[in-house]
Structures are given as structure tokens and as C-alpha cells.
């Protein structure tokens, strides 16, 4: 599971949690735990950014789970805030409250420019790997679950933008559920590690590689 996070007023995107993680039991020690560094997470404040399905599932659910049961808070929380839904083609019903539709990367850009909260991504995979390649990111929080599930969606795809990050913070759980925050830092510094005089084995790799082509 992975939550980064989208800042308005510089670079970046906050929030994004990884739709693999709704894969775990949330009844099971371990869901629990997820769901409590999860719920920490929307302390500050924050608008949603949303790709299409994702928000159709929130849509579909959380305007309708009762503010006084568990989690409730959350789902207050959602309809108080605005709920942006990128989506490129397609009928999107955003009658949710204080929801606003978005037809492009373009337009999630101009957001980012005007003044408001921290933007909050969950799910949302082809939005998050627009997000990435247009170098919106500027911090993740990464949530490691020791759980082998055999498949699933790629966080980095091929086409982010390379950037180094810097661990800012991290959580371990009981059961081992690790969180990471990384804030952006900068360029990605290659270090040289090569030798001041190749070895004969390093010169003979060359020659082999340059006759290999």
C-alpha cells in the first residue's frame, strides 16, 4: 500500500493510497493496523484527486456509511472536502457533494497553482503514473505489508520522472507493517565507483563487449 502526497501551493501530489492494499483483511490484526496508520494520514487538510473508477467507488460508498459508526469520521471528513475526479473520456456522475470533474493532466496542473489544500490521491493508478511522469510528486508515504500476494499494479512505471526522496519519517506495527515518508529532495546523484586503473578482468569484459556490440 502506498500513500504520497500532492502539495498545492509547490510541486507534488499528497496521498496516495495503493488499491493492492484493500486487498487485506480489514477484520484481521493486520487490517486493523492498516487502517490506523492509514487514518492518521488525513490529519492535515486536503481536497481528494481522483481517477474516474477509484472515485466511482468512493462515490458509491462513502456518502452512504453512517457518520456515527466506525470510521465514520472519515467519510464526514470526505463530504466536507472538495473530491476532484480526473477523467479523460466518458459520463461521470459527480453528483457527490462538492465534487468537481477534471478532463486532463492539464487541469490537474492548474490546480496545483491556485491556493488550497494539500490534493490527497488514493487508488487511482493511471492518474498516480500520470502524476509521476509529469513530475507532480513531491512526497510518498509507503505502507509495507508483509503479505505476498503474486500480482498486482505497478506503483513506478516505466515514464516517471527520475527523482531522489529522502526518508522523513517511518512507523512499524507489532506485526511488522512498515510506513515510510519520503519527501522529495532533489536530482539523483550518481556517485563513481569506478576504479582509478581497470583490472585486466574489467579490460577484457570491454574488449568482449565492444566485439559483441
Do not use: C
Not at 100 to 112: G, N, Q
Not at 180 to 188: C, L, N, Q, S, T
Not at 190 to 206: F, K, V, Y
Amino acid at each position: 500500500m502506498t500513500h504520497a502526497e500532492d502539495y498545492r501551493r509547490r510541486p507534488g501530489f499528497h496521498g496516495w493510497r495503493h488499491a493492492g492494499a484493500r486487498r487485506v483483511d480489514r477484520r484481521s490484526n493486520q487490517g486493523l493496523q492498516v487502517r490506523r496508520l492509514g487514518d492518521a494520514l488525513f490529519q492535515s487538510r486536503f481536497d481528494l484527486l481522483l481517477g474516474r473508477k477509484t472515485y466511482e467507488i468512493f462515490a458509491a460508498y462513502w456518502p452512504y456509511h453512517e457518520e456515527d459508526a466506525p470510521h465514520g469520521g472519515i467519510a464526514k471528513l470526505f463530504k466536507d472536502i472538495k473530491k476532484y475526479a480526473v477523467s479523460r473520456s466518458g459520463e461521470v456522475d459527480t453528483s457527490w457533494a462538492r465534487s468537481v470533474l477534471l478532463r486532463d493532466i492539464a487541469d490537474v496542473k492548474r490546480l496545483k497553482q491556485e491556493d488550497g489544500p494539500n490534493l490527497v490521491t488514493q487508488g487511482s493508478t493511471e492518474l498516480v503514473h500520470a502524476l509521476l511522469a509529469n513530475d507532480l510528486v513531491d512526497a510518498m508515504s509507503i505502507f509495507t505489508v508483509p503479505v505476498v500476494l503474486g500480482g498486482g499494479k505497478k506503483l513506478f512505471a516505466d515514464g516517471s520522472a527520475p527523482h531522489s526522496f529522502k526518508l522523513t519519517r517511518s512507523r512499524v506495527s507489532p506485526n511488522g507493517l512498515i510506513v515510510g515518508h519520503y519527501e522529495r529532495e532533489g536530482e539523483i546523484k550518481i556517485g563513481d565507483t569506478t576504479l582509478d586503473a581497470p583490472s585486466e578482468r574489467e579490460i577484457a569484459r570491454r574488449k568482449r563487449m565492444k566485439r559483441e556490440g
